[in-house]
């Protein structure tokens, strides 16, 4: 498997993981709860969580610290994990680039 597929998988997982947060702002769970049990578990579990959840009143928006936590700690692994693995998948990219000529 390769290096590039691991990262795009990572980043993927992620930004589903987001998206469930988003959905979760706006329900009892709130974002920080939904973003973890989507990271942990899968997307597709947090989202049926999330959706099992009571809808907020007034279209509210539930972030809480451990969202702010959970989103920083997401930023700093994703810068972490761009500045590590990006130039071995280049690498890999001007291999396969090469050995398609």
Do not use: E
Request: glycine share 10%.
């Amino acid at each position: 498997m390769s290096l590039l597929v691991i990262i795009l998988g990572l980043l993927t997982g992620t930004l589903l993981a987001a998206i469930v947060g988003l959905i979760g702002s706006h329900r009892n769970i709130g974002f920080g709860w939904a973003f973890l049990l989507s990271v942990v578990f899968s997307p597709l579990i947090g989202l049926i969580v999330t959706l099992f959840s009571q809808k907020l009143p007034d279209r509210n928006r539930k972030w809480g610290c451990f969202g702010a936590l959970i989103g920083f700690i997401v930023l700093l692994l994703v810068l972490v994990l761009a500045s590590v693995l990006i130039p071995g998948c280049l690498d890999q990219l001007q291999s396969f680039y090469q050995s398609l000529k």
